[in-house]
């Protein structure tokens, strides 16, 4: 099986930077995704980790290690707008090339003033 | 916008009735997937269709099943309904196994 784990809830002023910690315990590894989700509304894309390093995009960095089963995802210049719900989200191969993707239950991110 | 659609967006019920959930996924896309996520859960993944065949299976009820069509569109089929079954149902859909993009979702409400 897998295990994700994330922090439940951070807190975080306008303009400043957040990282969102993820670790994750997989056989069969084969990426993994950060996506954002406002409540209500749908999860959308925002990074992909297959190797080790670090992915930009704008204001938003992700991590990953593949040794440590670690991930981070770095938000920068934080915007009120940023308040939501970040999921990380493990790929690993189940049964020949299909593949699973399981969803941590996703780190709730409040920006205040 | 995504370029998943899914129908209806919300659906109120009785418990023991039975319900059909559409989705279209983005154009080219051959995978389409379907996830519950409840209020006091994460996303939980379902069951993953690759051009009209079966590719994986998730933590999906034996009253829950689904199939994807030649036009690639998919219908999640949801029966003996309980109160418990009341969650967003996500579509998604990817081109060759790569990220994700998800529709709009279902509310479902059982009574």
């Known amino acids: 099986g897998q295990n994700i784990d994330q922090p439940t809830e951070m807190t975080a002023t306008e303009g400043a930077i957040v990282q969102i910690n993820c670790t994750y315990q997989?056989?069969?590894?084969?990426?993994l995704f950060w996506y954002q989700q406002h409540a209500g509304e749908a999860p959308t894309f925002l990074s992909y980790?297959?190797?080790?390093g670090l992915e930009e995009k704008g204001r938003f960095s992700s991590f990953l290690s593949r040794s440590k089963g670690y991930s981070y995802l770095l938000l920068k210049e934080l915007q009120m707008k940023d308040s939501a719900s970040y999921l990380c989200?493990?790929?690993?191969?189940?049964?020949?090339?299909?593949?699973?993707?399981?969803f941590g239950t996703g780190t709730r991110l409040q920006v205040t003033l | 916008d995504s370029g998943v659609t899914q129908t209806p967006k919300h659906l109120i019920t009785a418990t023991g009735q039975r319900v059909t959930l559409r989705c279209s996924p983005r154009?080219?896309?051959?995978?389409v997937y379907w996830y519950q996520q409840s209020l006091d859960q994460g996303l939980q993944f379902l069951i993953q269709?690759?051009?009209?065949?079966?590719?994986a299976k998730g933590n999906i009820l034996e009253r829950f099943s689904a199939q994807q069509f030649p036009d690639l569109h998919s219908e999640l089929n949801l029966s003996s309904l309980e109160l418990g079954d009341s969650a967003l149902y996500f579509c998604?859909?990817?081109?060759?196994?790569?990220?994700?993009?998800f529709g709009p979702g279902t509310r479902l409400t059982v009574t």
């Open positions: 989200a493990v790929r690993a191969l189940v049964e020949g090339t299909a593949s699973k993707l399981t």
């Open positions: 998604a859909s990817s081109h060759q196994g790569q990220e994700q993009y």
């Open positions: 980790n297959v190797l080790d």
């Open positions: 269709y690759y051009n009209g065949e079966e590719r």
């Open positions: 997989t056989s069969g590894f084969n990426g």
């Open positions: 154009s080219g896309d051959l995978s």
